[in-house]
């Protein structure tokens, strides 16, 4: 058989003219579960997370999977059975943590808006560490675990001010961000939270951006944290934790970041010379972890030659996949069944929701014809959790393929599911 794997997406290969996701033909799936169609590879997932595992041999680490990544449930399962605990943003993932059978003693919880029912929920179900974002939440913390009889275990994210040089819209680890707590303002941060009857200082954070490609921005950022803890310990203040947030990218389109093993070689580097070394780490991966392990598979509906444009119509959409839409990211488009010998043609790849904005790939060069099957690749992160009903397009169906089997992980949803939670007027 011949077998080629897709450059940057492991356990993703076309195999006699066929795409296969392991051991799997996509085109299968797609005749039994309709498209859209979302099918992730565990192999690649678990080799994503052997990476980490490698960079941190014989330190002490604890992963958190950011869940806002993919938080579908067998995804979570997975993480947990690996042992991960959970980066979570509101009360409903912690729900969904649970849900999925993961320990809220392994779940730290990032975000800038906790609310106080969240902290509540969180605090009585036991969770690891509050990655509080600043002065004011520390003080709500406080109070609503001393009405509880507790002390709430915080962190401090601090913002460390260094250029991700990723899309603005998911760099945040500027001065001008929403996030964390000002690098000036730090310490004085901590000897409050220290002072605060309802906290318990635990730890420090940082998370400076998302899609990360280079390997400076997290030694600047590291070298900032370290001053900050030497300034914190100095003030009688111990730090049991370093984390180091998430944010390292993927290939979608040529890009070449850093495996996750050769970054933490560099990053241990500092950290043995300044003498941290031998803490406790944390790291917040999401994106790194689950992102080249999906594709979305979808079928052309119609080719529409234009004066100016071809259009390539498929039956995925913005709704489903709102990555370009937003941040005019770029997914590579391949066919299930890729046409030996008749000629390609430039076409803009768009989805059936009445927007202009809703396009997947532009200016693609593809042997399509109606009928014929597109894989949409990287698709394992950012794309289901952040898909809606929009246009009354229930959300696609999930596969989680493990060798040769392919679980089911979430059903189509139908139109009267979208509605379910609405009610006529009397
Ligand atoms: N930790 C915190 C506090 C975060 O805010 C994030 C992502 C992560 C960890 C995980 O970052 P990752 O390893 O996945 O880069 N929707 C955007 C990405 C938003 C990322 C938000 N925060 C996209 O589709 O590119």
């Not at 940057?8 to 169609?37: K, Q």
């Not at 894989?375 to 246009?391: E, I």
Request: charged residues 20%; hydrophobic residues 40%.
């Amino acid at each position: 058989m011949n077998s080629t794997e897709l450059p940057g997406h492991p356990h993703i290969a076309y195999r006699d003219n066929a795409l296969f996701v392991e051991d799997v033909r996509v085109s299968d799936l797609a005749r039994d579960h309709g498209t859209p169609l979302f099918v992730y590879s565990t192999a690649s997932m678990r080799e994503a997370l052997a990476a980490y595992q490698r960079g941190f041999a014989g330190r002490k680490l604890h992963i958190c999977y950011a869940m806002k990544a993919n938080s579908s449930l067998a995804m979570l399962q997975f993480f947990a059975r690996q042992g991960c605990g959970f980066d979570i943003v509101s009360g409903g993932e912690l729900e969904r943590v649970l849900a999925a059978g993961g320990e809220a003693g392994k779940v730290i919880f990032s975000g800038v808006g906790k609310t106080r029912a969240e902290m509540r929920q969180a605090l009585q179900a036991g969770i690891l560490c509050f990655n509080v974002e600043s002065e004011a939440e520390l003080e709500v913390l406080s109070e609503v675990a001393t009405a509880l009889g507790k002390r709430a275990p915080v962190s401090i994210r601090v913002n460390p001010n260094v250029d991700p040089k990723t899309h603005p819209y998911i760099s945040t680890g500027l001065k001008g961000n929403k996030f964390g707590v000002a690098h000036e303002r730090t310490l004085a941060t901590y000897q409050r939270a220290a002072a605060l009857p309802g906290l318990q200082v635990v730890g420090i954070d940082f998370h400076i951006g998302s899609q990360i490609t280079e390997v400076s921005p997290y030694l600047d950022a590291t070298d900032r944290l370290l001053d900050l803890i030497e300034l914190i310990e100095a003030a009688g203040i111990p730090i049991h934790h370093i984390d180091f947030g998430g944010g390292l990218g993927i290939n979608y389109n040529g890009d070449t970041p850093p495996a996750a093993d050769a970054l933490w070689q560099q990053l241990f580097a500092k950290l043995d010379a300044r003498g941290f070394g031998d803490r406790q780490f944390m790291i917040e991966p999401g994106r790194s972890l689950v992102g080249n392990a999906g594709l979305c598979a979808t079928e052309v509906l119609y080719l529409k030659p234009g004066e100016e444009k071809n259009f390539c119509i498929v039956d995925a959409a913005m709704n489903d996949l709102p990555r370009p839409a937003m941040y005019q990211a770029y997914h590579a488009i391949v066919p299930l069944q890729p046409r030996t010998g008749s000629p390609a043609q430039e076409y803009d790849v768009v989805g059936p929701v009445c927007e202009s904005g809703d396009w997947i790939g532009r200016d693609r060069s593809l042997a399509v014809q109606q009928g014929d099957q597109l894989a949409v690749l990287s698709a394992g992160a950012y794309c289901m959790a952040m898909s809606s009903n929009y246009n009354t397009r229930g959300r696609a169906a999930e596969v989680l393929v493990d060798g040769g089997q392919a679980h089911l992980i979430r059903t189509r949803e139908t139109a009267a599911d979208t509605f379910r939670n609405e009610h006529l007027l009397p």
